[in-house]
């Protein structure tokens, strides 16, 4: 069955940087838009980001200049590269795989991790 495991979280002060890392396994990657998305304690999912197999990544404005999503199709894993975390960056990250062209609603993802958690101290 298809997995995706995400990696990299942990604790870190405002300020800092996180790496973190989704490797999906037994699907056709390339055939996949790929998104992260987080939530935080009390509060909805919400999508940071996505990019697409070829073209151009989107961001949440609330991460936009600060986090940058990228994607290594060779090695089946999507990568999110967070700067000048804000405490407000303090939740479980996701990725999700959605088949085929992206949308920018972050609805009908296909597959989804189980969760990285990040927490960000001030």
């Known amino acids: 069955q298809v997995q995706l495991v995400e990696s990299g979280g942990g604790s870190v002060q405002a300020g800092g940087s996180l790496r973190l890392s989704c490797v999906a396994s037994r699907l056709t990657y390339s055939a996949y838009c790929m998104y992260w998305f987080r939530q935080a304690p009390g509060k909805e999912r919400e999508g940071v980001g996505f990019?697409?197999?070829?073209?151009?990544?989107n961001y949440a404005d609330s991460v936009k200049g600060r986090f940058t999503i990228s994607r290594d199709n060779a090695k089946n894993t999507l990568y999110l590269q967070m700067n000048s975390q804000k405490p407000e960056d303090t939740a479980v990250y996701y990725c999700a795989a959605k088949r085929d062209y992206c949308n920018d609603r972050y609805v009908g993802m296909d597959y989804w991790g189980k969760g990285t958690q990040v927490t960000i101290s001030s």
């Open positions: 990019i697409p197999t070829y073209g151009t990544t």
